[in-house]
């Protein structure tokens, strides 16, 4: 056969449409999987969702897929669920993604409640500090007067869209979100937290207590296990500044700008009566794990252990300052202590032996007061014993004692040492009680 032009061409066309059918055709026509045990189609509100998706070109930074090995695809939190062939059995044009700029999104239906999207839409630095993603402000369909979605518009759909994404686990952990949402409401009672109240209207003790029923008896009344040292209470103001100031505000009031599209409101730290029904074991248990129903998320795959103890510790600060105090100043006796808060951070692990050989002078201070502004004083605490629970570094018992002085290092009085954490003093036991 006498090769020509014609004849290249022509063979070179049969070699494409021959990889084309044997990558896609065969496999389209050999692979079929099963719907896997999450698969479900999309309602009408969820497709007409996924076309708000699409359109918006969320699918340039998102992926809806996890390999094995994408450990911390959701933004640095564990992956919930390596995909499946057959979670994609109901979609048509599969919205795997190319690159994993923001966190994957197969998981993230019923992560957060519907009130969080509308916020996060509006200005992803509200919920997400550090995102770069682009505000969708424009996309209509929120009731402001009525704190609601307005169902049928974009807005709406694409909120119903991201829900469904998990599928059948989705609508679990979404059903899950609505409950519990219903049941902070409801424990409201038109006190603080309430959508529109001013931040002085103080909490109803049915939301408190309310509260303390969602945390294990094992945590209600569990102590810090970091020493509020000036150091810790210096990291905690960090971590709060970047990550917390959108939902709970520059001020610690609950009145971040997040706040004007949530329900219920971000807890109002500022109001001394919700800090002393609150335990730093609860703290813990809302930190780790979050408060399904509001906006708060689990910050348990974000923060470390000490880096929750060392908010916790910050929080206690608010009524009496803390934002607003230098963080070279910051001390122990700006603490909001009484009822369940406090009275004192255990010392680490390292040192217990030392304090329980030879205790510190407590440190004479007033016994908690409410002040003009709200704020209480660190009162003398006993020796007690403080558990950190399980979730949060061990299970171990550690003896308690008064809060040590705040002391710049250097200036330590005669006959102390400097703790691990800087600000942390610990007397220096003689040679005769060394063992």
Same mark, same amino acid.
């Given at each position: =056969?006498?090769?020509?032009?014609?004849?290249?061409?022509?063979?070179?066309? !049969?070699?494409?449409?021959?990889?084309?059918?044997?990558?896609?055709?065969?496999?389209?026509?050999?692979?079929?999987?099963?719907?896997?045990?999450?698969?479900?189609?999309?309602?009408?509100?969820?497709?007409?969702?996924?076309?708000?998706?699409?359109?918006?070109?969320?699918?340039?930074?998102?992926?809806?897929?996890?390999?094995?090995?994408?450990?911390?695809?959701?933004?640095?939190?564990?992956?919930?669920?390596?995909?499946?062939?057959?979670?994609?059995?109901?979609?048509?044009? =599969?919205?795997?993604?190319?690159?994993?700029?923001?966190?994957?999104?197969?998981?993230?239906?019923?992560?957060?409640?519907?009130?969080?999207?509308?916020?996060?839409?509006?200005?992803?630095?509200?919920?997400?500090?550090?995102?770069? =993603?682009?505000?969708? &402000?424009?996309?209509?369909?929120?009731?402001?007067?009525?704190?609601?979605?307005?169902?049928?518009?974009?807005?709406?759909?694409?909120?119903?869209?991201?829900?469904?994404?998990?599928?059948?686990?989705?609508?679990?952990?979404?059903?899950?979100?609505?409950?519990?949402?219903?049941?902070?409401?409801?424990?409201?009672?038109?006190?603080?937290?309430?959508?529109?109240?001013?931040?002085?209207?103080?909490?109803?003790?049915?939301?408190?207590?309310?509260?303390?029923?969602?945390?294990?008896?094992?945590?209600?009344?569990?102590?810090?296990? =970091?020493?509020?040292?000036?150091? &810790?209470?210096?990291?905690?103001?960090?971590?709060?500044?970047?990550?917390?100031?959108?939902?709970?505000?520059?001020?610690?009031?609950?009145?971040?700008?997040?706040?004007?599209?949530?329900?219920?409101?971000?807890?109002?730290?500022?109001?001394?009566?919700?800090?002393?029904?609150?335990?730093?074991?609860?703290?813990?248990?809302?930190?780790?794990?979050?408060?399904?129903?509001?906006? !708060? +998320?689990?910050?348990?795959?974000?923060?470390?252990?000490?880096?929750?103890?060392?908010?916790?510790?910050?929080?206690?600060?608010? #009524?009496?300052?803390?934002?607003?105090?230098?963080?070279?100043?910051?001390?122990?006796?700006?603490?909001?202590?009484?009822?369940?808060?406090? +009275?004192?951070?255990?010392?680490?692990?390292?040192?217990?032996?030392?304090?329980?050989?030879? +205790? +510190?002078?407590?440190?004479?201070?007033? &016994? #908690?007061?409410?002040?003009?502004?709200?704020?209480?004083?660190?009162?003398?605490?006993?020796?007690?014993?403080?558990?950190?629970?399980?979730?949060?570094?061990?299970? &171990?018992?550690?003896?308690?004692?008064?809060?040590?002085?705040?002391?710049?290092?250097?200036?330590?009085?005669?006959?102390?040492?400097?703790?691990?954490?800087?600000?942390?003093?610990?007397?220096?036991?003689?040679?005769?009680?060394?063992?």
């Amino acid at each position: =056969m006498k090769m020509t032009f014609g004849t290249i061409v022509g063979g070179a066309i !049969m070699i494409v449409v021959t990889a084309i059918f044997m990558t896609l055709g065969l496999s389209a026509l050999t692979f079929t999987p099963a719907p896997s045990d999450i698969a479900r189609p999309l309602s009408e509100a969820e497709e007409k969702g996924r076309g708000v998706y699409i359109g918006n070109g969320c699918v340039y930074c998102h992926t809806q897929y996890v390999r094995p090995q994408d450990w911390n695809a959701a933004g640095g939190g564990k992956a919930a669920r390596v995909a499946q062939a057959g979670d994609y059995v109901f979609q048509k044009t =599969m919205l795997l993604g190319t690159e994993r700029t923001g966190p994957d999104l197969s998981q993230e239906g019923g992560v957060h409640p519907d009130d969080w999207h509308y916020a996060h839409f509006q200005n992803p630095r509200y919920t997400s500090p550090n995102s770069i =993603m682009p505000q969708f &402000s424009y996309i209509e369909g929120y009731d402001k007067a009525n704190n609601k979605l307005i169902p049928g518009t974009d807005l709406a759909n694409l909120i119903s869209y991201v829900q469904s994404l998990g599928q059948k686990n989705s609508d679990e952990r979404t059903k899950v979100q609505r409950s519990e949402k219903q049941g902070l409401v409801d424990s409201l009672d038109g006190g603080q937290g309430t959508p529109g109240l001013d931040a002085n209207v103080p909490y109803k003790d049915k939301h408190l207590q309310y509260l303390r029923t969602l945390v294990p008896d094992t945590w209600k009344n569990t102590r810090s296990a =970091m020493p509020p040292s000036n150091r &810790s209470l210096a990291h905690g103001k960090q971590i709060y500044v970047v990550n917390c100031i959108g939902c709970h505000g520059e001020n610690g009031d609950g009145n971040g700008p997040a706040a004007q599209y949530l329900n219920p409101r971000p807890f109002n730290f500022k109001d001394v009566n919700a800090q002393q029904t609150h335990s730093e074991g609860q703290y813990y248990h809302f930190l780790l794990f979050g408060l399904p129903g509001s906006a !708060m +998320p689990a910050w348990g795959d974000y923060l470390t252990v000490n880096d929750i103890w060392d908010v916790i510790n910050f929080v206690r600060t608010i #009524p009496n300052g803390g934002l607003q105090t230098v963080d070279s100043q910051l001390n122990a006796r700006q603490q909001v202590t009484g009822g369940v808060a406090g +009275p004192a951070p255990a010392p680490f692990d390292s040192n217990a032996e030392q304090w329980t050989i030879l +205790p +510190p002078s407590p440190t004479p201070v007033q &016994s #908690p007061q409410a002040s003009p502004t709200g704020g209480n004083q660190r009162s003398q605490s006993s020796q007690n014993t403080t558990a950190t629970p399980q979730g949060g570094g061990g299970n &171990s018992i550690r003896p308690t004692g008064p809060v040590p002085n705040v002391t710049a290092p250097g200036q330590e009085p005669s006959g102390t040492t400097r703790a691990n954490t800087p600000g942390a003093l610990i007397p220096t036991p003689s040679p005769a009680t060394i063992r």
